[in-house]
Nanobody, 116 residues
Framework: QVQLVQSGGGLVHAGGSLNLSCVAS????????TGWHRQAPGKQRELVASMTSGGSKNYRNSAKGRFTISLDNVKNTVYLQMSNLKPEDTAVYYC??????????WGQGTQVTVSS
């Protein structure tokens, strides 16, 4: 079992920045994949960014150049730095973590709201 606790998020004007953090605890064994998804009202949950414990990163196209995912293996914490935020980035953001794709753990979700 892995527990994920998120922090960060909030309300920001378009063009602003926000940072998200997600601390993992429990049975953390490598290699693993961790990252961030988001879900806007009435839409499906979508990948924002992910990275492996080995350091490989993946971003959705709309996040490239604006969002940065990073991982502190000592603190078992994954971060998402978001800049130049747009109203369409408004969503509930969820971190996740898995070693086995059949057993994915999710954080509690945090609201990000970008006003125009």
């Amino acid at each position: 079992q892995v527990q994920l606790v998120q922090s960060g998020g909030g309300l920001v004007h378009a063009g602003g920045s926000l940072n998200l953090s997600c601390v993992a605890s429990g049975s953390i064994t490598g290699p693993y994949v961790t990252g961030w998804h988001r879900q806007a009202p009435g839409k499906q949950r979508e990948l924002v960014a992910s990275m492996t414990s080995g350091g490989s990163k993946n971003y959705r196209n709309s996040a490239k150049g604006r969002f940065t995912i990073s991982l502190d293996n000592v603190k078992n914490t994954v971060y998402l730095q978001m800049s130049n935020l747009k109203p369409e980035d408004t969503a509930v953001y969820y971190c996740n973590h898995y070693s086995d794709p059949s057993s994915i753990y999710w954080g509690q979700g945090t609201q990000v709201t970008v006003s125009s």
